[in-house]
């Protein structure tokens, strides 16, 4: 019998993901060919310093590695809302790392993203080209596909040469274990996107209707086609992508807007709150080591002014920062630590620093 938690929040790397125990019926998935889970050491975007250095200094609360076990153990998205600056997208990053997913895949939203951005892009133009391309060179053999290219010919027309998954498309891929995906700053999104990813998160599966009607005139119905943050190819049967391990999904939001009950039931949902001084101090400590005397008085400066707006951990960051790297005057790091802290919101405009 696996031990709850399987995420510990210690920051220390293991394999526990393989001690998940089978998931409930109706979030039990099937899907094939299974595929390997990508080395996160083969990944130089998941190795770059900004995304290391908070995998490796995130400070997971004890509600935090509650609800990010409840998600893991029951197969659902982690919807994580909360002012600025509290860590939303860190946690997805410190999750993968701690639980060896592999490098995590990230949407970023803006009001213009749709399901389809998500799962697959697909130019039609450039396989067009390509198709005038090998309909010019002398001694072409080979029927068309009924849409512009090849059939079974290698020579670049092939629908599966200008399609490429996009990081939901990937994320649910079935790989032998879950793979990390962080949905950002979903609340930046149409109206109509939550619902839209209602079916696709909840049945874990999708179709890419370009390859199915190709799959009809090819003898096994394969195609290989490149996946989220990689040149790799991976298999696509008869056009159909349905997961076997389904993915660590984080959904972050700022809080801006209310979401469809209907979407809201399909998630477990995480309020990260702005820290308290001793968590503060902790957060200080991963990243810059222990607090001194100034620091203390800036986090006791920060937690006076959240109170009345506002504010993101990485600004008071910045200021002990400066404070221990810059060799400022006390009078002249007051003034920077003052025009480094400022309101994220509009709710407050008085002056309590």
Request: with cysteine; aromatic share 6%; charged share 25%.
């Amino acid at each position: 019998m696996p031990l709850w938690p399987v995420y510990t929040g210690t920051n220390e790397p293991h394999d526990g993901i393989a001690e998940l125990p089978a998931p409930p019926p109706w979030r039990d998935f099937d899907g094939g060919p299974v595929l390997p889970a990508p080395d996160a050491a083969a990944d130089t975007a998941a190795h770059s310093p900004d995304r290391t250095h908070r995998a490796e200094t995130y400070q997971a609360t004890e509600e935090t590695v509650e609800l990010v076990n409840a998600a893991l153990y029951l197969r659902r998205p982690l919807l994580v809302t909360g002012p600025p600056g509290t860590g939303k997208s860190s946690l997805v990053y410190a999750v993968a790392r701690e639980l060896r997913l592999g490098p995590v895949l990230r949407w970023n939203i803006t009001s213009r993203s749709t399901l389809h951005d998500g799962l697959y892009q697909y130019d039609p133009l450039s396989r067009l080209y390509a198709a005038r391309q090998e309909a010019a060179r002398p001694g072409r053999t080979g029927g068309t596909d009924g849409t512009g290219g090849t059939v079974g010919a290698v020579d670049g027309s092939g629908i599966e040469h200008h399609l490429r998954l996009g990081p939901l498309g990937t994320a649910l891929l079935p790989y032998d274990r879950p793979r990390a995906l962080l949905i950002d700053e979903i609340d930046k999104s149409d109206l109509d996107l939550p619902n839209d990813l209602l079916n696709v998160l909840e049945e874990g599966q999708y179709e890419i209707p370009e390859l199915v009607r190709a799959s009809r005139l090819t003898p096994d119905g394969v195609a290989e086609v490149l996946a989220d943050g990689t040149d790799e190819r991976v298999p696509v049967v008869r056009g159909r992508v349905r997961c076997r391990a389904f993915p660590f999904v984080v959904l972050t939001s700022n809080g801006e807007r209310e979401f469809p009950p209907a979407f809201l039931r399909r998630c477990v949902t995480l309020h990260l709150r702005q820290p308290d001084d001793r968590h503060l101090a902790e957060i200080v400590r991963a990243h810059l080591g222990e607090p001194d005397a100034y620091a203390r008085t800036l986090i006791e400066r920060f937690l006076s002014r959240s109170g009345a707006g506002d504010l993101a951990t990485d600004q008071l960051l910045n200021a002990i920062y400066l404070a221990r790297s810059a060799g400022l005057d006390a009078g002249s790091l007051d003034r920077l630590a003052e025009q480094l802290m400022p309101y994220l919101g509009q709710s407050a405009q008085s002056d309590v620093f």
